[in-house]
C-alpha cells in the first residue's frame, strides 16, 4: 500500500479514538483534570487506571467521534494546557512509582494565536526534557496520527509501539508538498518521502513493534495489546530508576544512528 493511502487510513473518521483504546485496556479509571496554572484541555484526557490489576497513569489524546466532539476536542490538537496537564500526570505518576501509558493520535500541537501566547514552544519542550528523566517506564503508541512535536511532546517514552497503519512525522505531507514544491497536490509524493509509516518506524528503530489492526475484532486486538503492554511494564518494573533512564536515553540516542563503509586506499572501490 501507498504512504499516503496509509496516511487516509489513519486519519479515518471511522477510526477508534483513544477513549476506545482506553475502555478497553484499563479498568476502574479515574480521569484527572486540569494543568494547575490555567485551564483543562479537552483534547487531552488522562488519569489513573488499572491495566490487568496494575495501576498505571494514562494520557491520551482524544479526537472526538463526531463533529461536535471534535470541535470540543480541538480535533485532537492539544493547547499548552494540554502539555502541562500530561506533566503534571507523569511527575504524579514517578511520586507514586506507578507506570505511565501514552496514546498517541493527533495531527499537530494546537497552532492558535493564543497558544503561542501561553507557551506552546516552550511546553512541549519541557515535556521532552522531562519525559526523558523519568524514573519510572513509560509506554507510548501512535494509533492514528503522530504529528510533529505535538505528538513528540507525548513520546518520549521506554518504549514506543504503532499500529500497523499508523503514521508518525515531522510534518504532514500537505505541508511538506506546499514548502519544498509549493503544491500540496503533490501530498502522495511527500508521504513517500517522509518515510512516516510503521515499516520506516521501525527500519529506523523508531518504534519498538507494531500492533496488527483488526477493527471488526477490536475487543480481541485490544486484549493483545494489553497483555504486550502488561508484560513489558513487569519486565521494566524490575529495573531501577537509574537503568530505566539510561535505557530510555540510550534508545533516542541511537535512533538514525548509521554505519559507513571506508573506501579503500589501494583500489579506490568501496569495501
Keep these: 500500500m501507498e504512504a499516503y493511502e496509509i496516511v487516509k487510513l489513519a486519519r479515518d473518521k471511522k477510526r477508534p ?14 480521569e484527572l483534570h ?21 495501576p498505571v497513569t494514562f494520557i491520551a489524546v482524544e479526537k472526538g467521534g463526531d463533529l461536535k466532539e471534535r470541535v470540543y476536542r480541538s480535533f485532537g490538537s492539544p493547547k499548552p494546557e494540554g502539555y502541562r496537564k500530561a506533566l503534571r ?9 506507578r507506570p505511565i501509558l501514552c496514546i498517541v493520535d493527533t495531527a499537530g500541537a494546537y497552532c492558535g494565536e493564543d497558544a503561542e501566547e501561553r507557551g506552546q514552544g516552550q511546553a512541549i519542550a519541557q515535556n ?3 519525559m526523558m528523566d523519568l524514573k519510572v517506564p513509560s509506554i507510548s503508541i501512535i494509533i492514528g496520527e503522530g504529528g510533529s512535536g505535538g505528538a513528540l511532546g507525548l513520546s518520549v517514552s521506554s518504549k514506543v509501539y504503532v499500529l500497523e497503519n499508523a503514521v508518525y512525522s515531522v510534518i504532514s505531507p500537505e505541508a511538506c508538498a506546499g514548502i519544498l514544491w509549493r503544491d ?3 501530498a502522495d509524493e511527500a508521504a513517500e518521502s517522509l518515510c512516516m509509516t510503521s515499516e520506516y518506524m521501525m527500519k529506523f528503530h523508531v518504534a519498538d513493534g507494531v500492533f496488527k489492526e483488526d477493527f471488526s475484532d477490536f475487543k480481541g486486538m485490544c486484549a493483545e495489546i494489553k497483555e504486550t ?26 535512533i538514525g544512528v548509521f554505519a ?11 569495501d
Design 34 to 54: 486540569g494543568d494547575r496554572a490555567f485551564g483543562d484541555d479537552k483534547a487531552v484526557v488522562g488519569g489513573i487506571g488499572e491495566l490487568n490489576g496494575m
Design 260 to 270: 559507513e563503509k571506508k573506501a579503500s586506499s589501494e583500489k579506490g572501490d568501496i
Design 17 to 30: 479514538t483513544a477513549k476506545a483504546y482506553t475502555k478497553e485496556l484499563l479498568t476502574n479509571i479515574v
Design 89 to 97: 500526570l507523569m511527575k504524579q505518576a514517578e511520586k507514586f512509582k
Design 128 to 130: 521532552l526534557y522531562e
Design 184 to 186: 500540496a497536490k503533490k
Design 229 to 254: 503492554l502488561y508484560n513489558d511494564f513487569v519486565q521494566m518494573k524490575k529495573e531501577a530508576p537509574e537503568e530505566i533512564i539510561e535505557r530510555r536515553y540510550e534508545k533516542f540516542r541511537n
